[in-house]
């Protein structure tokens, strides 16, 4: 069973920063592109950014310059550096990722369960 747990999130000043983290656990053969999502109340889950297992990433034009996703490929952690926060990055953050379970399978989406980001102005 392939399991992805993130933390980090929380109650923060408009300005501040967070750090989300997001590891993946259980048997599978290898990780390629791990996501960071977000659903702010009433809306749709957007994709905020997504790195490649080579490390090449893509932001949301919303976020560029204030966030920086990483990954650790030993540790099969992601992490999502969160600064100059402002109200309207408030949502569930939920971490992604595409596993593939071994050798001869197909690579499937995972979701971690999300953990609440709120930003208060």
């Known amino acids: 069973q392939v399991r992805l747990v993130e933390s980090g999130g929380g109650l923060v000043q408009a300005g501040g920063s967070l750090r989300l983290s997001c590891a993946a656990s259980g048997n599978f053969f290898s990780i390629n592109t791990m996501s960071w999502y977000r659903q702010a109340p009433g809306k749709q889950r957007e994709l905020v950014v997504d790195?490649?297992?080579?490390?090449?990433?893509n932001y949301a034009d919303s976020v560029k310059g204030r966030f920086t996703i990483s990954r650790d490929n030993a540790k099969n952690t992601v992490y999502l550096q969160m600064n100059s926060l402002k109200p309207e990055d408030t949502g569930v953050y939920f971490c992604?990722?595409?596993?593939?379970?071994?050798?001869?399978?197909?690579?499937?989406?995972?979701w971690g369960q999300g953990t609440q980001v709120t930003v208060s102005s």
């Open positions: 790195i490649t297992s080579s490390g090449n990433t």
């Open positions: 992604a990722a595409v596993i593939r379970r071994a050798t001869w399978s197909n690579a499937n989406d995972y």
